[in-house]
């Protein structure tokens, strides 16, 4: 590891490994450190990402998808399933990853394009010089090494504190963290070519259980729940633990992790004089469905070229990293999100009855292009009046 870098990157995930491909391959000096002995592991994620948002970063390969996906199906509190297909888009409508083996991939592309790559090494604090992001002090096997750098990019994920360490403010409200737990289970009857939407307030509060196929007989089960519905005996692995019992009695468990999801509106600001937040750090997640793979690809790759940019003009300060912020909240990216937030504050207020009507207007919709527009567009066919209580929506929908 040299002393001083181009970029230096804070976290080995799809928006970290994103940016140090993009930095490396446009001829940067870039170092990526992560704080985990490994890349990929433990995998905090349901893994399920769309054809296209995938192809868009990473030529689809077998090693890192455990299954295709052609449907999705939501099922009603009262069991009733509306089931989604694509007409448009050749069977298949997305994929479940196998994150241990996806992340290591990009981070491996980061490599092989020049990145150094250092594991098992912690960005303990930020370097700062008159005012400014100048890298990252790394703890390293009990050593410490200052490493500076003209831009860092903070690709930390949801817990993420270097931001925090640079004096931006990254709390999360507790009613917009999404408490999650899941499990990958075996030996289970699914249909392995769906996933399975389950809501209402009694399988998961202001949130929502899911089942994504990792094989014929595999999957992920998961569920998240409002950080404020959860407490001692109603916490969302206990949700998770009811519905698995009533569900795949007899599955078996073979991985079980918990974590947390932000599903609030972006940070702000996501650029300071030196500094880049990316992915989860950044809050850049879909705050309807919690999905943030695609957005972390994206604000990375975005990051690295608007830094590539500012260091070749000398010039890295907050203004000058300015059009990544312009540019991801511009892209559909950033209008997906605001139209996303605005239809969960709207869902998670919904009643048990009011998610069954909605649903039992369609038992099938056939979608032009997979995505929650699509089906929203579809619902208020079936519900005019819900353009009536979407009201402050209308315009969003039009995009
Ligand atoms: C239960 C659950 C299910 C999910 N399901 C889906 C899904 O199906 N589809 C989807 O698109 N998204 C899903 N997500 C969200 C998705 O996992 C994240 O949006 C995505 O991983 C964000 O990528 P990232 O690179 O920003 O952060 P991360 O993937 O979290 O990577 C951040 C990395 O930074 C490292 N790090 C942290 N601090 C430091 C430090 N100080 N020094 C060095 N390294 C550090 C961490 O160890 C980590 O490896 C899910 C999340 C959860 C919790």
Redesign the pocket.
Known sequence: MKNHYDLIV????????IAARTAARDGLSVCL????PA?GVPV??????GMEALAEFVKPDPSFISAEMKNAALVAPDGTKMVLESKMAGGKVGY?LE?KQF?RELVWQAADAGADISVK????SPIMKDGKVAGAQ?EFCGMKKDVTADVTVA????????SRWCGIDTTVPLREI?S???YLMTDIDIDPHTTVFYLGNKVAPEGYL?V?PKGDRSA?V?I?ISGKKSGTGHRAKDYLDRFVASHFPDGKTIEC?????SVCRPLPCTVADGLVI????AR???PL????????MFT?RLAAETAAKAISNGDCGKEALMPYDAGWRAAKVGKTIERNYHIKEYAIALTDAKLNDLIQSASKINLEHFSTLQLVKELIKRNPMLLVELAGLRELLKQ
Request: charge should be negative; glycine fraction near 24%.
């Open positions: 804070i976290g080995g995930g799809p928006g970290g490994a450190v992560e704080k985990r890349i905090r994620c349901a893994e399920g990402i479940v994150r992340d090494t912690r960005a303990s790394l690709a930390d994920g949801v817990e993420s504190k270097f999404m999650s737990a899941q899911w994504f992920n998961g998240g992790i918990v974590g947390g999801v990316v992915g989860d750090a850049v997640v879909d469905t919690g999905g943030g793979i695609y957005n972390a990375g």
